[in-house]
């Protein structure tokens, strides 16, 4: 899933122009990542703790490595960042295709929901809270 | 949704399972207040920025002439083990973008559907969009102070709903009344899904 799929079939509202130019200068134009798809709540680990002298990469690309020192969903990365999810996507794509971070993708089972020691588990979890 | 070559470098495995939930109904009744209810950590923000064409932005000198739109999610995360974290997302408005619903309700346990009786309407299209996708839900009535109390088998028969969907009360503001509910749902959710085993689903 990226943000960009099928939306032309809706009438978005006008949003001026200003938001979009950062974003798209953080992924010097790129609209997709290189690899994968990255699921909103896919969780990213950081391999290294310093990126060191990779090149290519930029300011924003380092912000993500430094913060997944500690697991975060790709959700939270963008949070963080204050970058559009579909941004954040390109530049965790970079970062994959060099091995800099590791993605866990979210569980799905064939029928669509996870199995009842899933469940079980968060209901427990949460209980405990 | 499964592992990807290049999602799945050696290690991976050490890292936890994602599930979600999603918050859904309509405007102020409670979404955000809810996500940050149960969240470990102040509810967070991420944006979806959408264009108009749906095939991306392709140079920068475009930019200006392209409409876009940002489509904001509140949602909130609570770590369940080592093993397991939940993410809670609230829904953006539920008249459009419903692209957006598509992707968070890819691969959802099931949804709260939060409903303020004195806008029972209001929930309407969050009900149609998760009977229609299949995706087990639970109606969540917010008491706000000057509603009207009505009782649950009320709100059962004016939502129309199919006789199984839980419909609870609570307080989207205390975190042990939407703990309570989140709770509803998925045992909800395990009931569904063991009655979709049985039919053969
Ligand atoms: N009295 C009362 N007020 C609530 C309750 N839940 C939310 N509110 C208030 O209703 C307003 C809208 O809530 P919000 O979470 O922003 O709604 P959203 O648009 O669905 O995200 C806020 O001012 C909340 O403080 C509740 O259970 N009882
Ligand atoms: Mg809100």
């Known amino acids: 899933m990226t943000g960009q799929g099928d939306s032309a079939e809706h009438e978005w509202v006008d949003d001026h122009a200003g938001p979009v130019v950062r974003p798209y200068a953080v992924t010097r134009g790129r609209a997709r990542p290189v690899t994968g798809?990255?699921?909103?709540?896919?969780l990213v680990m950081a391999t290294r703790t310093d990126v060191g002298s990779e090149s290519g990469l930029g300011p924003e690309h380092m912000a993500i490595v430094g913060l997944c020192q500690r697991m975060q969903s790709v959700a939270e990365v963008a949070a963080h960042l204050d970058l559009p999810v579909g941004t954040v996507r390109v530049l965790l794509g970079d970062l994959v295709a060099r091995s800099l971070v590791q993605v866990r993708e979210p569980r799905a089972t064939p029928a669509g929901l996870p199995d009842d020691s899933v469940f079980e588990a968060v209901i427990n979890g949460l209980r405990a809270l | 949704m499964d592992y990807g070559p290049s999602e799945r470098p050696a290690g991976a495995a050490s890292l936890p399972t994602a599930i979600k939930i999603l918050i859904a109904g309509g405007f102020g009744v409670g979404k955000t207040t809810m996500v940050g209810a149960v969240s470990e950590t102040r509810p967070l923000r991420t944006e979806e920025v959408l264009t108009e064409t749906g095939v991306g932005i392709d140079d920068l000198s475009g930019v200006e002439e392209k409409r876009t739109t940002t489509v904001a999610m509140d949602f909130g995360r609570i770590t369940i083990s080592d093993d397991l974290v939940l993410y809670v997302f609230g829904t953006p408005?539920?008249?459009?973008?419903?692209?957006?619903?598509?992707?968070?309700?890819?691969?959802?346990?099931?949804?709260?559907?939060?409903?303020?009786?004195?806008?029972?309407?209001?929930?309407?299209?969050?009900?149609?969009?998760?009977?229609?996708?299949?995706?087990?839900?639970?109606?969540?009535?917010?008491?706000?102070?000057?509603?009207?109390?009505?009782?649950?088998?009320?709100?059962?028969?004016?939502?129309?709903?199919?006789?199984?969907?839980?419909?609870v009360l609570c307080d989207a503001r205390r975190r042990e009344s939407s703990k309570e509910v989140l709770i509803t749902l998925l045992e909800h959710a395990m009931k569904t899904r063991e009655a979709r085993r049985r039919a053969g689903g």
């Open chain 1, 37 to 42: 798809t990255f699921d909103l709540i896919s």
């Open chain 2, 93 to 167: 408005g539920q008249d459009r973008f419903w692209f957006v619903w598509d992707e968070l309700a890819l691969g959802a346990i099931g949804a709260v559907v939060l409903a303020d009786t004195r806008r029972l309407a209001d929930c309407f299209p969050s009900i149609d969009y998760f009977e229609g996708r299949g995706t087990p839900f639970v109606v969540a009535v917010n008491c706000f102070e000057g509603a009207t109390q009505f009782r649950l088998d009320e709100v059962q028969t004016a939502l129309n709903l199919d006789p199984g969907v839980p419909v």
